[in-house]
């Protein structure tokens, strides 16, 4: 089962999507109103996992994203709240803007693939930094690769070695396994779209856990926990 999550509420849309960003040091959301929908009557047919994949392949989907709303960075010590914003063009470019208090700019992001530029304008100090870790504020930092997966558009799969498919809750989970760990498809029949999915290392860590809303007929994530750091 994906890892709780917080809840809070806003609304989103694909051409200049308004998203919450709740949680982490390592976790960056992006926050939610509450889904409310009706599931189909009576049990869903069984479907195999190559099924389901070739299900959603026609699915509509985008390239770049602009969002933006409250963020919550927190390490266990020390827990900021802030505002985010960010335009990223998946899965390779990444612009993001923290902002505290009275507007004031906290720090600013440019990351193309796993190196970029941090500007913190409060100390008058520019960063380089490679090998795919963000420094975001307060030592608190984020895994690049983690952050465009988790901003990326729900692309289920068959890479596992093992790819299996069950009908749990009035939706279908799709879960594959590989080397590096596990993910998990959360897929609703009405119509065929994700509404959630999770990733785990190989140890069942959570890596990230998000949820999805449709959008002009696009499906896009409007919560994100991102949980390592």
Not at 110 to 124: H, K
């Amino acid at each position: 089962m994906p890892p709780k999550r917080l809840d809070g509420s806003t609304t989103a849309g694909l051409a200049s999507p308004l998203v919450d960003m709740v949680r982490s040091v390592s976790r960056i959301a992006v926050v939610v109103a509450i889904w409310i929908g009706c599931a189909p009557p009576g049990p869903l047919p069984p479907m195999t996992a190559g099924e389901l994949v070739a299900a959603m392949s026609s699915q509509q989907t985008y390239s770049s994203l602009k969002a933006g709303g409250s963020v919550t960075l927190d390490d266990g010590q020390i827990e900021r709240n802030a505002l985010m914003t960010i335009q990223a063009r998946v899965p390779t470019h990444l612009r993001a803007d923290i902002i505290g208090l009275f507007g004031v700019s906290l720090a600013s992001f440019a990351l193309v693939g796993d190196e970029g530029t941090a500007w913190y304008p409060r100390d008058g100090v520019a960063v380089y930094f490679s090998g795919g870790v963000l420094p975001l504020i307060e030592d608190m930092s984020v895994r690049a690769e983690h952050l465009f997966a988790a901003i990326s558009p729900p692309k289920p799969d068959l890479l596992g070695f093992r790819t299996t498919c069950q009908v749990w809750a009035r939706r279908y989970l799709l879960r594959t396994e590989t080397a590096e760990g596990m993910r998990e498809w959360w897929i609703s029949p009405d119509p065929m779209r994700v509404v959630e999915e999770a990733a785990f290392d190989s140890l069942g860590a959570p890596l990230w856990h998000r949820r999805f809303r449709r959008e002009n007929g696009i499906t896009v994530p409007f919560e994100i926990d991102i949980f390592a750091g």
